[in-house]
Each structure stands twice: as C-alpha cells, then as structure tokens.
C-alpha cells in the first residue's frame, strides 16, 4: 500500500520524488523517479556454524573370548535288571520253532524232507510257499498245514484248490487233523507226516518240556 500522496492525490511509495501518474512539466520528461528505500532490509540471519566437533578418541576392540574344549560330563553306569523271558507257545510262534516234517515219498523230491513250523505252513506251487510243491496239478496256494501251541494240534485245510488236498487217499473237507505217519497227497505227490511236538514234548526256554 502506498505510504503518500503527490500533489494532485496520487497515493506514490514514498520513496518516490516524482510521482509517476501526474503529468510531466516542462523539462520533467527525461528525468527518472529515484527510489530510496523506505527502510533498509533487514539482513537475514546467519544459521551459525557447528561447532567443530573433537575427534573421539579410537576404542579398542575387546579381546577375542577363548572357548575352552571341555570334556563331556559322563552319568554313571545306570545298574540294570535284566529278567529272563520264558519261552511261551506265543513267543515260540514269533520265532516259528520246527514242530514237525513233511517227508517227499514221490517224484524227484523223494527223500527230501521239508520242515513244519508253528503257525501257518502254505503249501503251493507258488515258489514263495512254505512247502513247495513242483507238481502241475498243484495249486499255487493249494492248502494250508497250522500248528496250534496252545492245542498241540495240526490240522490240515484245502484252500479251495482244484484237485484236492487228501489224507490216506480221502479228500478233506475242508480240514482234518494229522497224527503222526498219516500219507499227504498234494496233486500227485505224497509226502509222509512226522511231528515233532505233541502232548509230551514242546520248546521251552532250554529246549524241550516234557
């Protein structure tokens, strides 16, 4: 905002001399308005500079820490109690202790003897058989020989084979019990039972109970 007027009531800064409005007088034209500062401007102030900081002084670092090996602390020997476990029919069934044989009396088997064990015995052309039967008119699962311990028995099962499983030249249906001596026919061989364990004679943990 201007701070005065001229002459004929122009509002001029008033640092003018001649105020640029009014028309000029003789010998006026040439002449330029001179501008003084109304006030003087204030220096703008100086952000002082930061103090020059001291260097720190260098730490130095700590000493590497040693790690020292130290042997592991050993417990003692614990003091065990180890009880003997006597053989029962079910643990003899996990170890399948032989219980009896199967003897060939035919073919080119004749002689061999093939062991019976406790539990289920697969007899088979199948190679992976218990018992195996090289016969073309044997099944490959043809019947099944189980010993029972807590019975003490054998017992003999068809398993559904197409010619038969028989017993002294009489077919099974489906099962029968063995006793010793008793004639196996499997397709055409023949084999000769002996058993091993019976009412007098089962494995204990020394060998056999009688």
């Known amino acids: 905002m201007a701070d005065k007027r001229c002459e004929n009531g122009h509002f001029i800064d008033e640092s003018w ?4 409005y009014c028309p000029a007088a003789d010998g006026e034209a040439d002449k330029i308005p001179i501008i003084r500062p109304s006030r003087a401007a204030a220096p703008e102030p100086r952000t002082a500079a930061p103090a020059p900081t001291a260097p720190r ?5 700590p000493p590497p820490t040693v790690r020292r090996e130290t042997a592991p602390v050993q417990a003692p020997p614990m003091e065990r109690t180890v009880a003997a476990q006597k053989i029962t029919a079910e643990a003899a069934v996990g170890k399948r202790f032989v219980v009896g ?3 060939a009396l035919t073919g080119s088997e004749r002689g061999q003897s093939y062991e019976v064990r406790v539990g289920r015995n697969v007899l088979g052309r199948d190679r992976r058989s218990d018992i195996v039967i090289s016969d073309d008119q044997a099944s490959a699962h043809h019947a099944d020989l189980v010993f ?4 003490k028995r054998f017992i003999l099962m068809d398993h559904n084979s197409t010619n038969g499983t028989y017993v002294n030249e009489v077919e099974i249906e ?5 006793v010793a001596r008793d004639i196996v026919r499997v397709g055409s061989q023949r084999f000769l039972f002996m058993p091993l364990c019976d009412e007098n004679f089962y494995w204990d943990g020394e060998g056999a109970l009688k």
């Open 17 to 20: 001399d001649l105020c640029p």
């Open 57 to 61: 002084p260098a730490v130095a670092p």
């Open 101 to 103: 044989w199967l003897v």
């Open 148 to 151: 029972r311990p807590e019975e």
């Open 174 to 178: 489906p099962r029968r019990d063995l």
